[in-house]
């Protein structure tokens, strides 16, 4: 997807969520969205903003569940920690998920997250013994931040978490990757 259309979808998703009036968390497949900055040119980390643009987006466009209870744990976040460089989505299934959360999901949203610039650093995929996949992860990166994607399914009734974290931020807090992997 060309940046020009990415910036087109964005913009259609923003109108279409506010008008839904989708709740007001700030996390979440269906939180309100606020208006993303463009995405800026050249080598620089991308805005907060961006990324959190990114991740909804994804998730919206493959169909990804919203969970708004996660949205609002997120938002008391505890400054000067590891959660306060991050950016995060999750989403599982519940007795009232009318979509289900599976692997396919996962993949689409990944295949989304690729679609906006987002490059693979590392991939594992753990399958049961009839070759359903169990567990799913893929790390991705972009202009100072890193993605943690993960799918968990079958027996835990299936989880889409997708993760990032400013890179700059983590190094300044002392947290490295290895505490939030």
Request: with cysteine.
């Amino acid at each position: 997807m060309g940046r020009a259309r990415w910036a087109a979808a964005v913009a259609v998703a923003v109108v279409v969520v506010g008008a839904a009036g989708c709740g007001t968390g700030g996390s979440g497949a269906g939180a309100a969205v606020t208006p993303a900055p463009p995405r800026p040119k050249g080598t620089g980390p991308l805005p907060r903003e961006v990324v959190r643009a990114d991740l909804d987006t994804s998730a919206a466009d493959a169909d990804v569940p919203a969970n708004e209870e996660f949205a609002r744990d997120a938002a008391g976040v505890r400054p000067g920690t590891a959660a306060s460089c991050s950016v995060a989505l999750k989403a599982w299934t519940t007795d009232t998920t009318a979509t289900p959360v599976d692997i396919a999901r996962y993949d689409a949203a990944v295949r989304e997250l690729r679609e906006r610039d987002w490059r693979t650093h590392d991939q594992r995929v753990r399958k049961t013994p009839d070759g359903e996949t169990e567990y799913a992860r893929m790390i991705l990166k972009q202009r100072g931040w890193t993605l943690f994607t993960e799918f968990i399914g079958p027996g835990h009734d299936g989880q889409i978490s997708l993760r990032a974290f400013e890179d700059a931020c983590m190094k300044k807090v002392g947290a490295g990757m290895d505490q939030v992997a």
